[in-house]
Structure formats: C-alpha cells, structure tokens
C-alpha cells in the first residue's frame, strides 16, 4: 500500500476541526527497524529518527518519537482511517494525483510531532531515492482541487487549499496552505516538503495561528538538524 502526501494532511485537519480538536496525537515507538535499504537508500529508520529535531523553542514533544516502516507509524496509520471515513465533494481530490506521488509504506521512516496550546508541529522523515523524492517536490494540486468539502461524521469542513511556487529549501522544496472552516472554526495548516541527500522531509503546522514562515522555518531548522546527524 501506498500513502499520498497531501490528501492524508487534509483529510487529518477536517477531522480534527470537526471532532473539536487541534491537538496532536502521541506518538508511540514502533519496535522493529525498517529494512536496512529500499530503493538503493542507506538510511534505516533508527537513523532517521536520530536526525529528527530534539526540540523547539515554545513547543513540548508530544510523546517520543516513532520510527519503522512509513505504514506502521501510528500518526501515518491513524491519518490514513480518517483519510478512508471522510465523505469528499469532489471524490477525485481523494484520489489519483491530487497531492501529487505516493509514498511506499514500507521505506524507513521516522516521526515526531510537538505541540502548544492549540498547535500543533509535526516532522516526519523518510528514506527515498533522489528520483522518488523529486516525485513530491514537483508535484503539484489541480486546480479543481483548491476548493472543496469534507464530512466527517455529520460534520462538514470547507477547505482553501494555496499553492506556493517551487522553494529552494534543501535540494528542493514544495509549500502548501490549507484553511478549514468547520461551523465557527477555522484552521490553518501549513505544509513544507523538502528534500535532502536519500531523504524526505516533511513539516507540518496545524492550528489556528499556523503561518507559512513558521513552517518554512521550521523546514530549515529540520535541514540543519539533518546535516549534523546523517552521514
């Protein structure tokens, strides 16, 4: 089984804000290491996990990191049920490209998510080949896909999705914005995908106060942290 990127971050964000939440999940250790190379890729999951940020100023580590096989980890696992019981407007937006390649579930990867008060910061490494990564750095949203709806349960979210142009963050980046609004609720979520050497990085930032410089900071501290770490 494969994952997609993007529509996993959307169908996550319309079900926290319709279940009144914000906050994100502990993660929880996944023992067992992912094979030692896919793809021609050295890095094992244990490696990724080290290169993750220790911390961040302002935020307290949700739970400690998780680390395996990209299916098996939880916050991967739990977004992709939420993903399967969300009800689309626009079924295609679901399917097919929309948040442009997928992910194998079985590369190494490493994951760990901080949080503040109604905030939440979520990092997650992958190993994956120079050309698999390149695959999620040019990928791109349709334009049907900007605007749509969700239901999760009997709640419906409406969702603005903006795409900035291709970053420069590492060997190439990608940003996306989303904004939900669920009744009286509005959420941001910004999204950074960036590529380093045999590996893929992505940041998230969900809440209401997330901004696009923020999460593009965050990618660059990331990038810093995974310099000093891997090989």
Known sequence: MAHRLLPIVLMSAAAAVSACGGGGESARPVHGTAPAEVAGVGYTSDQLAQALLAELPGYQKAGEPDS???????????????????????????????????????????LVTFAKQ????TQTMMGMSAADAEKQVDARVPAGCLRFRTKVGSQWSE??????????????????????????TRTRTWYVVFRGRHYLTTITVFGPKATR??????????LTQAARILP
């Open 68 to 110: 395996g096989s990209y299916g098996t980890l939880k916050a991967i696992q739990n977004a992709a049920r939420l993903q399967r019981q969300a009800v689309l407007d626009k079924p295609r937006c679901g399917t097919g490209r929309p948040g442009g390649g997928t992910v194998p579930a079985d590369v190494p990867a490493a």
């Open 118 to 121: 109604g905030q939440t910061v």
């Open 159 to 184: 969702h603005r999705v903006a795409e900035e142009p291709r970053g420069a963050i590492g060997e190439g980046s990608r940003t996306v914005g989303v904004v939900t609004t669920s009744g009286d």
């Open 213 to 222: 410089t923020e999460a593009e900071n965050l990618a660059r501290r990331s």
